[in-house]
């Protein structure tokens, strides 16, 4: 699910400029996941090697888990979500017949994985520590790899997307459609491989299995390593 946020426009004629947010918070588990959407800002980090200390939650996120039923190791939650440097850009144009029309186009789009540590929780009553961590970062790595290949999309989309319509709305409207569905894309096909990952694994409890992800997902950040920022 993603969330769009108008941050403003620039000037009533000419040149009109719309920062865009589209968000997604993951709950990515050892047991279970759940999808949910906030845009609220938590203690956000970047991909790279998570630690116990990362999960900070004293219970799990609503709606994830039976309080007090501590089955599962531990709950991730990730957001890809937009830079604040992402812009659309609307301007007027001028009719031979007097008429106003108005065309767009993306100045710049990009998109970044976080966890956010204030909503991961982690099950005091987990023992195998160093296994949890790692199915949690397949999870993290997963999201990474999704919004890498989002920035490589996003390159194609800025390059050749380009609306006309007969009012500014329209416009924004429509560039801001396009950007959701080349989101939703991505996001629909990362959530398949976290419920892939998570049944293929039974859940974090098939060593083998979780070892062969780990090595894929490693191979894919490298090979994405250049879409990272």
Same mark, same amino acid.
């Given at each position: ?21 589209f ?9 279970a996941?759940k ?6 800002s ?10 116990? =200390?990362?999960?900070? =939650? ?9 309080? @007090? ?14 830079e ?16 106003e ?11 970044? =994985? ?14 195998n520590?160093?296994?949890?961590l ?6 993290? @790595? ?15 989309l ?7 319509a ?11 459609a ?20 998570? @049944?293929?694994?039974s ?15 490693e ?8 879409w990272?920022?």
């Open positions: 699910m993603a969330c769009t946020r108008n941050a403003g426009a620039l000037g009533r004629r000419g040149l009109l400029a719309v920062v865009v947010l968000l997604v918070c993951g709950t990515l588990t050892a047991t996941q999808e949910q959407s906030s845009a609220g938590g203690d956000l980090i970047r991909h790279r090697t998570l630690e116990r =200390a990362d999960f900070k =939650a004293e219970e799990p996120p609503r709606g994830t888990i039976a309080r @007090g039923n501590y089955e599962l190791a531990a709950i991730t939650c990730i957001q890809v979500r937009t604040p440097s992402v812009s659309m850009q609307v301007g007027s144009i001028g009719e031979s017949s007097g008429d029309r108005y065309e767009g186009w993306l100045g710049h789009l990009r998109f970044r =994985a976080f966890m956010d540590r204030d909503c991961s929780w982690w099950n005091p009553s987990t023992r520590a160093e296994y949890t790692q199915h949690e970062q397949i999870h993290f @790595g997963i999201r990474e790899v999704a919004a890498r290949r989002l920035n490589q999309a996003a390159e194609n800025v390059t050749e997307l380009h609306v006309t007969d009012s500014e709305e329209e416009v924004v409207q429509r560039l801001k396009r950007v959701a569905a080349l989101f939703d894309e991505h996001n629909d096909a990362a959530l398949r491989r976290t419920q892939d990952f998570d @049944g293929d694994t859940h974090g409890r098939d060593d083998e299995r979780q070892r062969q992800w780990w090595l894929l997902i191979r894919e950040l490298r090979e994405t390593e250049s990272r920022d």
